[in-house]
């Protein structure tokens, strides 16, 4: 394992770093592209561990995928997917295991859907029991991956309600699969909670690009048509959550960073940050992440150098992401600082003491293996001497630039092997 020490800059950063492509628009993309009948050519797509995973899992299924540059997918379609000759290993990519778990349903045949240590404890019970109350056989030892689908070439239609309190990904997931049915379906949620409401925006969004269509049945229910999906051509917008650490980074040096999109510009949840960040450092007292999960940990790393304290709520999802990020912020917060960062439920509560810049205070961040806590973290190195991240390479799981795009800036960065 290797660790990075931040130098803090001593002059505001300056200058272009632009952030990758859309995590969640490429994998959505990716998938609604090998579902099409022809030819889809998908540029400024994101290339990181993630959608290397759904890639690579989609060609295993039999869909030709071609990359002829570093932002470029082509994906060539036949409208079907074939049975993987072994289980689909995807990491702790959490978009391309519930993804694929629904679309596994096209395939005629047994498909196992399976992941990492990490990913072996994040939930996927409520997507599995929505697919089987649409007929399909699957099933899963313990609510979590790996997960078995016995597909039959597809679904009939009908009416499903799914449980979207723990992940807005299982409601996406459907509503893909949804639009190669044999007749209509309407997905609706079970209760009111979802995680991420405009994940789902997200997805209908790329859904219609590629010819789905999709008429909203009142609060919280669609109704899909079964027409199937077009090849197109798609232009995917930079990654919203990348661009909050950009955000952050000009907010706290008092610089100038151009990222090449406006903050109005995008149509990723994520991008609502934007104007609590602006708000620093006089942050509200209360900030609710529930529709802005993943710009979480960059808001709560940002309010450790705020003018008073920062309650976050509506943040329970975030215990079942790549690692539990309420628990790992309190804790790294507390390691630079004593009290820094608490946990009261699944409140996240961080103690701001914006004289903690210009101190130097020697300290190893522990990441989890999770890319955010590791890119959030490195923002409390521009304004804190001895911030240690260590196993920066975890960032390759989003954005494997990211410590080239801070050094572009002026960040100074020392990389060592770890003790």
């Not at 660790?3 to 952030?19: D, F, I, K, Y």
């Not at 990758?20 to 990181?48: Q, V, W």
């Not at 706290?252 to 450092?281: C, S």
Request: hydrophobic content about 45%; charged content about 20%; overall charge negative.
């Amino acid at each position: 394992m290797r660790a990075v020490t931040l130098t803090p800059p001593v002059a505001p950063l300056r200058g272009r770093a632009a952030p990758p492509g859309s995590k969640s628009i490429t994998n959505r993309a990716l998938l609604l592209a090998a579902l099409a009948d022809g030819e889809s050519r998908l540029t400024g797509a994101l290339k990181s561990d993630d959608t290397a995973r759904m890639a690579e899992a989609l060609a295993a299924m039999g869909v030709r995928i071609e990359e002829p540059d570093q932002t470029t997918f082509f994906v060539q379609g036949a409208g079907r997917l074939a049975a993987p000759a072994q289980p689909l290993f995807l990491g702790n990519a959490g978009t391309a295991t519930r993804f694929l778990t629904a679309a596994a349903v096209l395939v005629d045949g047994a498909v196992t859907i399976d992941g990492d240590a990490h990913m072996r404890k994040r939930p996927i019970a409520p997507l599995v029991q929505a697919l089987k109350a649409l007929g399909v056989s699957a099933e899963t030892p313990n609510g979590r991956p790996p997960v078995t689908v016995r597909g039959t070439g597809g679904v009939n239609g009908g009416r499903v309600e799914i449980d979207a309190g723990l992940s807005s990904q299982y409601v996406s997931a459907l509503l893909m699969l949804a639009g190669k049915a044999r007749g209509p379906v309407e997905v609706a949620l079970k209760g009111a909670d979802i995680g991420a409401r405009g994940y789902v925006d997200l997805t209908l969004a790329a859904m219609r690009a590629f010819g789905g269509e999709i008429e909203e049945a009142g609060d919280g229910a669609w109704i899909v048509s079964p027409t199937g999906y077009r090849a197109t051509d798609l232009h995917i917008e930079p990654d919203a959550s990348a661009a909050t650490y950009l955000w952050a980074a000009e907010r706290l040096t008092g610089g100038a960073i151009d990222l090449g999109v406006a903050a109005t510009a995008f149509t990723q949840p994520d991008a609502r940050a934007h104007d609590l960040i602006a708000a620093f450092p006089h942050m509200p007292a209360v900030i609710d992440g529930s529709q802005m999960q993943d710009a979480v940990p960059t808001l709560a790393v940002l309010a450790a150098f705020n003018a008073a304290p920062v309650r976050f709520v509506g943040v329970a999802n975030l215990r079942v992401k790549e690692c539990d990020r309420i628990s790992a912020l309190a804790t790294e917060l507390s390691r630079i600082r004593p009290g820094l960062g608490m946990e009261d439920g699944d409140d996240l509560i961080v103690a701001s003491d914006p004289a903690l810049a210009g101190q130097t205070l020697p300290t190893k961040i522990q990441t989890y293996s999770d890319h955010r806590i590791a890119m959030s973290f490195a923002l409390a190195g521009l304004k804190i001497g001895g911030i240690a991240i260590l196993d920066p390479d975890c960032t390759a799981k989003t954005w494997p630039g990211y410590w080239e795009a801070l050094a572009s800036l002026g960040v100074g960065l020392i990389f060592t092997d770890a003790p």
